[in-house]
């Protein structure tokens, strides 16, 4: 038995990667990146809940509006591409479970770039 919850968030920001390529994305500019955390337990919490959407919305809006680079690579140097936004967005869910739902975890958090272009990450 397995309860799941999934919320669909955007967040509007910047960034620029460190390639060791030409490559437009080298430059700072902009995305509306389309995010899906999604969250399984097997057990509820006290109030009902996997954990509440709002939680959900507000870890995943420290990125909204912000150059993501200083976001993601705060404490160590990170290139935010979509893959390592999934990580750590997982991790700051998993961070906030294991406080408020030790049965709790991640099972994916998905984050589309672009039309057509997703990055998934699985811990
Ligand atoms: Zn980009």
Redesign the pocket.
Known sequence: MMFRVSKRIEVAGA?W?DLPYDSA?KNM?G?NWIIVVTVQAEELDCTGMVIDFKSLKEIVHKLDHQCINDVVGAEEIINPTAENIAKWIAEEVDNHLSFSNSSARVEQVEVQ?SEGNKAWYIP
């Open positions: 960034h990667l994305c500019h995305h770039e």
